[in-house]
């Protein structure tokens, strides 16, 4: 069986864990959001992509569900003692090697997908994890600060703001001159199944859909697409997705966010049993859809997610 | 005073230390080694330069002479993870931060001179430090490995390698073009006094006067110009300049050292008191010699070999 997964942070690198206990001999590609990436120090840093290798690959700080566990923050101790930030962005001693590697490859001319490759052939994520373009796309947003528009690289909203000012506009800036990264069509043909994880539907999923010709080839594909709401009870499950959602007049509902991709796109769609109440909702939208507890609590939890979803999509290609 | 004083790393940086204290109201300008930077991971290292920078700013690891104290390697380990090397170069997770700083710096346009003033903004090391050029030149050393020629960088004859086979040639590569750093010849021409402390005849103060210009600004500057040797009962007081001094075919020796400079060079020499048997042979070749303690076993020693050197050079001005 193959599955491809549009995966963003925390988030996608959790279900991506409970679908590999879930599916152990599935052949599962992981189409990465980029959006987020950012230059730091001079360096190429790609927190979603990172995630998902250290997270399949062991390497993750649990409790916090990014960067290194283990890790020590003297590097950025000592920039910030230069006077050299910023400093708001968390990057540890150990992750620092990522970037570090990552940039020089960069540097020597290989694209973004050939370097990834090279960093999961240490961490072994047991996935095959492609960036969704080699093509620089960054997120910015647009917000209000003192009566004055500007606009804000994603990082420096989600991060250093807290997403404490509504988002005018989400704005994923080089996506329409990108191409999807080689293998991303190719390994979207050949699925059998196509997984929405409960990722931000905005700056994570929504940015991978903005690289020309994914999201086509998604709604052409003859295969059931399934997605997880992000969205319980009316909030977000981790972050801060409603600030983006408003930003494209979506609706903080599990519900809306369904409609939002739209059946042209999505077969199938699981809510929380919390939302139960929206099921019917969503298949009036031409969207089966199924109330299953979505909380990422432990592996065995996303594992249960994962089979979940996994019976829709047999359901709906039924 | 102004004091120009020509420096290595460990023993410039623990003489330099010795002269503050010796000499507290002097205006010390030094002139750094850069024959031993290397590239390490995209990033410009400096080993030199910082070990006087985190000598005088109080941040060095006092034990090993060089790198941070407090130091972590976590970043370098994850280096080697990767399988990213070299390995046999010592960066700590503190370290790095100096190498990032100096690297976006010089990325943005900043010459080596005005990075390196930027950084002691922060050490504040209570002296002028001065790279002895902005153009780029590498120490090369001429080695035979398993019967064949080749050259190698600096730092892999000397870290890597420990020395261990002879250097049959040491050159500056890319000194001839070199120009020296803004503020060289101006410190030299305005100095009261210019020491070479004890540091490597070869591949530190050798390769300073390598750069066309500083020698002859220096033996043309009509002030006493006194030196310390770095042999001490013909062997090195620490490194190898042994091997390297071979190559250039001058003998491990306190008074074949002070030959070798020349009185058209250097007007006073200082030598150990295990070594005042050559006093005669040295002043012989016309440069004034005392025999006086020659290790820096701390800080105050340090101190009394600054302050005898001081004292020569006021002998050999009268």
Known sequence: MRIVVLAGGIGGARFLRGLKQAAPDAEITVIGNTGDDIHLFGLKVCPDLDTVMYTLGGGIDEKQGWGRRDETFHLKEELAAYGVGPE??????????????????????????????????????????????????????????????????????????????????????????????????????????????????????????????????????????????????????????????????????????????????VDGWLVDTADAGVVERVESAGIRCRAVPLMMTDVDAAARMAAEALRLAEEVSA
Chains 1, 2 share one sequence.
Request: net charge negative.
């Open 88 to 265: 708001w962005f968390g990057l540890g001693d150990r992750d620092f090697a990522t970037h570090i590697v990552r940039t020089q490859m960069l540097g020597a001319g290989f694209p973004l997908s050939a370097v990834t490759e090279a960093l999961c052939d240490r961490w072994q994520p047991g996935v095959r994890l492609l960036p969704m373009s080699d093509d620089r796309i960054e997120t910015h947003v647009a917000v209000e600060v003192d009566g004055e528009q500007r606009a804000v690289h994603f990082q420096e909203y989600w991060v250093r703001m807290r997403a404490s000012v509504p988002a005018l506009a989400v704005v994923p800036v080089g996506a329409e001159q990108a191409e999807p990264a080689p293998g991303v069509l190719e390994a979207i043909a050949e699925a059998d199944i196509v997984l929405f994880p409960p990722s931000n539907p905005v700056v994570s999923i929504g940015t991978i859909l903005a690289v020309p010709g994914i999201r086509e080839a998604i709604a052409e594909a003859a295969v059931p697409v399934v997605g997880l709401s992000p969205i319980v009870g009316g909030a977000p499950v981790r972050g801060m997705a409603d600030k983006v959602l408003a930003a494209i007049g979506v609706e903080a509902d599990a519900a809306a966010v369904a409609e939002h991709y739209g059946s042209g796109l």
